[in-house]
């Protein structure tokens, strides 16, 4: 088993950063690949950004944030971050921490991030 606890959501105005954790214990020694999810009201969970821990931390992210949030791994801290600066109103979601290891998927509980405008 693997568990995740996200931290680091709130409220902050449109233009400003905010930071993201993923703390993971547990089963972790296996984990291949760990990524950020966000879901909207009314809307389907979709990939923000992913790190590929076994093509050296290799990155990947959804059009919509690539050049404003950034992913990254502490992996002596077992913990994943998304720093996510010029925040707009429409990236106002539930943010998913997702853990892979064959052939399972691991989700946290989420954090709320609202933008206002």
């Known amino acids: 088993q ?10 902050v105005q449109a233009g400003g950063s905010l930071r993201l954790s993923c703390a993971a214990s547990g089963s972790i020694s296996s984990i291949t690949y760990m990524g950020w999810y966000r ?9 923000v950004a ?12 959804a059009d919509s944030v690539k050049g404003r949030f ?30 892979f290891r064959p052939v399972r998927n691991y989700w946290g509980k989420g954090t709320l991030v609202t933008v206002s405008s």
């Open 50 to 61: 992913g790190i590929t821990i076994t093509t050296g931390d290799s990155t990947n992210y």
């Open 39 to 47: 879901q909207a009201p009314g809307k389907q969970r979709e990939l």
């Open 70 to 99: 950034t992913i990254s791994r502490d992996n002596a801290k077992n913990t994943v971050y998304l720093q996510m600066n010029s925040l707009k109103p429409e990236d106002t979601a539930v943010y998913y921490c997702n853990a």
């Open 2 to 11: 693997v568990q995740l606890v996200e931290s680091g959501g709130g409220l």
